[in-house]
Nanobody, 125 residues
Framework: VQLQASGGGLVQAGGSLRLACVAS????????TGWFRQAPGRDRREFVA?????????KYSPTVQGRFSIWRDNTNGTVYLQMNSLKPDDTAVYYC??????????????????WGQGTQVTVSS
């Protein structure tokens, strides 16, 4: 399984970006997708948002709740992360990942099986 994250870039505070995560090589449709980010100087990836495999259950970090939205295009399986009202603190490398299993663990990076390569998001003040 390979995941490809894209859509990052440089944006001013208050602006928007849309990230996309494309998966290939899956043999099962029961994978949920999560987005994590790792800011400069941090040694751990921070949970951002997750979408269950049915495309219905959504979870967000409190720091992005109300500003970010996660959804899936069911025609091609691409999972998007729409990021609005961006802040300088949102600057990080954003990763998508997939997993199976209980939704109670979606905030835990170690519960994910496959990871994309990351896409840089930089928000200037």
């Amino acid at each position: 399984v390979q995941l490809q994250a894209s859509g990052g870039g440089l944006v001013q505070a208050g602006g928007s970006l849309r990230l996309a995560c494309v998966a290939s090589g899956r043999t099962s449709s029961t994978y949920g997708t999560g987005w994590f980010r790792q800011a400069p100087g941090r040694d751990r990836r921070e949970f951002v948002a997750a979408l269950g495999w049915r495309g219905v259950d959504r979870k967000y970090s409190p720091t992005v709740q109300g500003r970010f939205s996660i959804w899936r295009d069911n025609t091609n399986g691409t999972v998007y992360l729409q990021m609005n009202s961006l802040k300088p603190d949102d600057t990080a490398v954003y990763y998508c990942a997939d997993r199976r299993g209980p939704t109670g663990l979606v905030r835990i990076p170690e519960s994910y099986e496959h990871w994309g390569q990351g896409t840089q998001v930089t928000v200037s003040s």
